[in-house]
């Protein structure tokens, strides 16, 4: 054993790498954290890092301490406050909407309302229907966890779920219920659980305070202010998402289900719909073209053939070869897709904000450096061309059954 300095060429560039999945970890402990006096305190010993030859250095450009801040927040995630109910005097039951299955900023909205109904007495409910893939239900503010994922309540099935919710408001009488007034299934569920319960709902309610509620009215002309009824159908943006407490999410379980009479609607599964015309911010699948697209008709005719959405960086955008709404960014659209097909984008951090919340990122470029390929999950390094041209031989193949030959 020697008492040289050993130094690490790959955490040293990890370290400098701030889009490296292992980036935050690399970084100083604690550069600032929050002291008992709850003023924000700084060690300055803990900022800058090794550069190559071993010298510290302080990047002003405060990249390198993109990072360090990412571990400030995540460690402050930890540190929050743990809100326990025990035995809450009353409930506010959520029913968000889970958009592919995690929660929507919507959902989140309707949290942070439901936690001011709930003050420091009452207890947020949320009632979650399926399968989710959601893993931050303790930040969003939920103290007790229904998830209801019979069978039954799978896909389209308003019915199913408003006896289920019936049974939740026979087994809680919550003080109020909360529903997203959205396309997406609260709009609908909410209306029929007010039909079902025979109470009036408040609907588009924008702002909830001292027992009155505002909400949109003629068209969103007009307010329309009122007492707040049981039920609650709240638009986006009715108040903040919580963000300073941690909670329980104590799973509960739906006592009696009176479910009677066959449902009156017949679900026949989803519907295959044209790809082109679906909303970005709501796609699942995205195909985006950049600067390095050079055949945008083959681009075109790759999203056909996966059935994918179509997605554009800025320069391809400003270019004229895509519209303007399939901007994926910062100053585009915010997308949350399940997997994010970037073919010939550098991503540039305008870009890479707009899809920081895909699942998977999937990169083909001929850089195998660029930050999109430090982003992705998977990256394929060539020519866009070839590749698209290889990826939809391989999608044909695979339709008519004979993948082995086409590999
Ligand atoms: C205020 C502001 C806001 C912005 N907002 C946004 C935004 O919302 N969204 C956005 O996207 N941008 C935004 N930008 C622009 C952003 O900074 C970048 O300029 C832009 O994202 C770059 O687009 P690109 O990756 O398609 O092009 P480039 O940066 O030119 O990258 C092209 C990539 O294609 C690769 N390539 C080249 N040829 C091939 C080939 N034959 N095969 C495979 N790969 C190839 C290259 O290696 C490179 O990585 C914004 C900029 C500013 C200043």
């Known amino acids: 054993m020697t008492d040289s300095l050993r130094r690490d060429p790959r955490s040293e560039w990890i370290a400098r790498n701030r889009l490296h999945p292992l980036h935050a970890s690399m970084q100083p ?7 008992l006096s709850g003023l924000i305190r700084k060690n300055p010993h803990a900022l800058g890092f090794a550069g190559p030859n071993g010298l510290k250095r302080i990047d002003r450009s405060g990249a390198q301490q993109g990072g360090s801040r990412q571990r400030a927040r995540v460690d402050a995630a930890v540190q929050l406050p743990l809100h326990i109910i025990e035995q809450p005097a009353f409930h506010i039951v959520v029913v968000p909407d889970m958009i592919g299955g995690r929660l929507s900023s919507h959902d989140k909205d309707l949290f942070g309302l439901a936690n001011t109904l709930a003050g420091s007495e009452g207890a947020v409910v949320a009632v979650v229907f399926g399968e989710h893939k ?125 479910v009677h009479g066959a449902a009156r609607l017949d679900n026949r599964g989803a519907v295959a719909v044209d790809p082109a015309l679906t909303p970005m911010a709501e796609a699942e699948f995205i195909l985006s073209g950049g600067n390095g697209v050079r055949d945008w008709d083959l681009f075109h005719q790759a999203a056909r053939e996966l059935g994918a959405t179509e997605g554009a960086s800025r320069v391809a955008v400003d270019d004229g070869f895509m519209p303007r709404d399939r901007q994926v960014g910062a100053t585009g659209t915010w997308v949350t897709a399940r997997v994010y097909l970037a073919v010939g984008i550098s991503g540039a951090v305008q870009h890479l904000q707009g899809i920081a919340t895909c699942d998977k990122v999937v990169a083909i470029n001929q850089d195998a450096g660029c930050d999109m390929v430090k982003r992705a999950d998977l990256a394929v390094i060539g020519d866009s061309t070839a590749i698209l041209q290889a990826l939809i031989d391989r999608v044909d193949a695979l339709r008519q059954g004979g993948i082995r030959d086409a590999a």
């Open 134 to 258: 959601e893993s931050a239900f303790d930040t969003a503010g939920i103290d007790r966890l229904l998830h209801i994922s019979s069978e039954a309540v799978a896909g389209y099935s308003p019915e199913q779920r408003v006896m289920m919710l019936r049974a939740v408001d026979a087994q809680l009488a919550p003080r109020h219920w909360l529903i997203p007034d959205s396309r997406t299934g609260g709009g609908e569920l909410g209306r029929r659980l007010a039909a079902k319960l025979g109470e009036r709902p408040a609907t588009r309610v924008w702002q909830m305070a001292d027992g009155q509620c505002v909400g949109r009215a003629g068209g969103g002309q007009q307010d329309l202010v009122r007492r707040a009824p049981r039920l609650i159908l709240a638009a986006a943006e009715c108040a903040d998402p919580v963000g300073d407490t941690r909670h329980e999410v104590r799973a509960i379980e739906l006592e009696d289900v009176l």
């Open 29 to 35: 402990l604690e550069a600032s954290w929050v002291g």
